[in-house]
């Protein structure tokens, strides 16, 4: 029989469910020390020389330096959104702080070490053309290579290779029928090409006025090449990447992602996310900014010419804020002062997201990155990722629980999902019934957001309301731009371009 492999809540630095395991925090300070600039030091914003520190009540130091040049600004969120905002405004002399409520940082791009081993927990990779993203990350020394990123269907118990960006060889998949082949080859990829403007500059306000927004990509699907593009196309893309169901996807989203996974040609960084956003950090600390993790923060206020950020127990201010978390997140906080706005953001519906790291024993290496199956075929697990298969250092798999799973088991025991993906898991993957020797569970409560019919127009509505945010608050976040990394760090970089004229007062 096999050995049961321990299973834990991943950066929760709390014990294993199994076998009084310690599960270590993931990506968490150690102690009162913090790694900055290349060297272990206390948790300060610079070697503890950059000149004085005040200090909030509550909490301890949140980092304002007064030999700092420029205003302060406080960050809220540590994903990708929050950091290319810091690190852009960090770069213009401003002194920053990051607030980040995990003890890791990314957001729904995060990784992971653990043991010597590293792992990017979703789906997370650049395109080629992801110009912000890629340009930004190789200013923090970070590099990427590519990577095959081939799918493949688990479709009547046998695995079949399917690959969007090669018509010939989506033609040549067993995954899809002849009848779907032809029609995806002579309708629907043409209709992409026709409107690629659309689907490479992501023009939202076009999108907007189509009819493709207006209705879900099921109805559309199933509509124009019936149920089987719905079941067996659509359900495994969205739930792999978005964590939604057709049923309450905009078309027009769902023809954006399509276009993207058959022209893009996927990269990924070096030496995983954990290690990027670790370099991210150390360059924004070293020029004085502060990465703070674990505090949940529970309101922003604006007074004047200052903004005021509260968590359980303290308080800081500065001139200005960043608030880079999920919409159902900030909402509450922006009630008091600017209620339209808080308003629109409600009407981002939150998704949760899960995923299982599994930790094994020996390399897994086969031609696919991303193994799904059809609804109806799926069972829990929208899709296995293969980490060996990028060649960044991961490794082992991360399974990324389907839709329905994710709500059913966002706040179950890391044991009971386990538990409930495990024969799936074993069955999609026979080697993993013996190899499994670490089991972690993550969880996104605020995953995501639903891109229900009219995102496209909703989207556009909220530019008319930015005025009453003011001009020291900004919104971060890839649900403002585009589903992916490269969508986060443009918003995070617009948002800090709108703050740069305040340090210029």
Same mark, same amino acid.
């Given at each position: ?338 209620? +339209? ?23 897994? +290496? ?8 059809? +609804? ?130």
């Amino acid at each position: 029989m096999a050995t049961l492999p321990r299973v834990g809540v991943g950066g929760s630095g709390g014990l294993a469910a199994r076998g009084g395991s310690w599960v270590g925090r993931a990506n968490g300070a150690v102690g009162p020390f913090r790694r900055i600039g290349g060297h272990w030091g206390l948790g300060l914003a610079s070697a503890g020389l950059a000149g004085d520190r005040r200090f909030r009540r509550g909490g301890g130091a949140v980092g304002s330096f007064l030999g700092a040049v420029g205003m302060r600004v406080l960050v809220i969120g540590g994903g990708p959104a929050g950091l290319a905002a810091a690190w852009r405004l960090s770069e213009a002399g401003h002194a920053v702080t990051v607030i980040e409520r995990r003890d890791r940082l990314g957001g729904r791009a995060a990784g992971v070490e653990s043991r010597g081993a590293r792992a990017d927990l979703l789906a997370q990779f650049l395109a080629d053309a992801d110009a912000a993203a890629k340009a930004w990350l190789g200013r923090a020394g970070i590099g990427w290579r590519p990577f095959s990123g081939h799918d493949a269907l688990r479709r009547r118990g046998r695995v079949h290779a399917l690959e969007y960006g090669s018509v010939a060889r989506l033609l040549a998949s067993g995954a899809l029928s002849w009848s779907l082949k032809w029609k995806l080859g002579t309708k629907y990829l043409p209709l992409l090409q026709r409107n690629r403007d659309l689907w490479e500059n992501g023009d939202g306000d076009r999108l907007a006025h189509t009819a493709w927004d207006a209705e879900t990509v099921a109805d559309w699907g199933a509509r124009e090449f019936g149920e089987e593009f719905v079941d067996v196309v659509a359900a495994p893309v969205l739930g792999t990447y978005l964590a939604s169901l057709p049923e309450e996807t905009t078309a027009a989203m769902f023809h954006l992602l399509a276009w993207r996974a058959h022209h893009a040609r996927p990269v990924t960084v070096d030496s995983g996310w954990s290690a990027a956003w670790a370099a991210v950090c150390g360059g924004i600390e070293a020029r004085g900014g502060r990465i703070v993790r674990g505090r949940a923060v529970v309101g922003v206020q604006v007074d004047g010419d200052r903004v005021r950020v509260t968590w359980e127990g303290g308080e800081d201010e500065a001139e200005a804020a960043v608030v880079a978390v999920p919409p159902a997140v900030a909402a509450p906080w922006l009630d008091a002062w600017a209620p +339209r706005v808080a308003q629109w953001l409600r009407g981002f519906d939150p998704v949760p997201a899960i995923s299982v790291w599994l930790r094994v024993a020996t390399p897994l +290496r086969p031609a696919h990155f991303a193994l799904s199956a059809p +609804r109806g075929e799926r069972g829990p697990l929208a899709a296995l990722l293969y980490l060996d298969g990028k060649g960044n250092g991961t490794a082992g798999l991360v399974a990324i629980l389907a839709p329905e799973a994710a709500r059913e088991l966002v706040d179950a025991a890391a044991e009971t999902v386990w538990d409930r993906i495990r024969p799936t898991v074993e069955d999609w993957e026979p080697r993993a019934r013996q190899g499994v020797v670490d089991v972690q569970v993550f969880r996104w409560a605020e995953g995501g957001v639903r891109f229900r019919p009219g995102y496209f127009a909703h989207r556009r509505a909220g530019a008319e309301l930015t005025p009453e945010l003011g001009p020291r608050v900004r919104l971060a976040g890839d649900y403002l731009v585009h589903p992916s990394i490269d969508g986060a760090v443009r918003s995070g970089q617009e948002a800090a371009r709108a703050l740069l004229p305040l340090g210029s007062r």
